[in-house]
């Protein structure tokens, strides 16, 4: 059974892209929607080695907001736009990363979910195998998780720890 409609905002696109799973998007949940906000940030740097990949999966997937954005003053335009659609559209989930954005899209009651989330649920539903060499593209890469976190995960989900 998927989860619905999830609202997601660029750095875990980027995550996901880095990695080349995208496609989990489509395992977990029912339908994927960003902002144009989150598009014209993820399109805009052409030369990453994942770019295609990017545009191809969401490009269908852009959706205009209708109302006005408040939320411009106290978060990016992105993750504020994603904030905005959500709850336009009634999604389910939040698919964002940056904490104080998250902060306060919990406050407003919605059901957010980030990168380390998904990829838990992911190996969970056996659609992954392991979270441990994914972490490890993830600090090669330098996407900025905590290895401290990601230590936790790793040893919550009977895999080895990461001495980085």
């Known amino acids: 059974m998927k ?19 995208l496609e989990l998007l489509n395992q977990l949940f029912d339908d994927i929607k960003i902002p144009r906000a989150v598009w014209e940030e993820i399109t805009l740097h052409k030369s990453t080695s994942f770019y295609q990949n990017i ?36 999604a389910d989930f939040l698919l964002i990363d940056d904490k104080k954005a998250r902060r306060i899209a919990q406050n407003f009651g919605m059901n957010c979910l980030g990168t380390l989330g998904l990829l838990i649920k992911s190996k969970e539903k056996n659609l992954i195998q392991e ?30 720890s990461i001495n980085y």
């Open 55 to 90: 545009w191809d999966f969401f490009e269908s997937r852009v959706v205009d907001i209708s109302g006005f954005n408040e939320l411009t003053f106290i978060m990016d335009y992105g993750e504020s736009e994603a904030v905005v659609l959500y709850k336009e559209l009634g």
């Open 131 to 160: 979270l441990r060499p994914i972490f490890l593209d993830f600090l090669d890469n330098k996407r900025f998780y905590s290895l401290d976190l990601l230590n936790t995960i790793l040893i919550e989900n009977n895999e080895d």
């Open 3 to 21: 989860n619905g409609l999830i609202i997601a905002d660029a750095g875990p696109i980027f995550s996901l892209a880095l990695i080349d799973r």
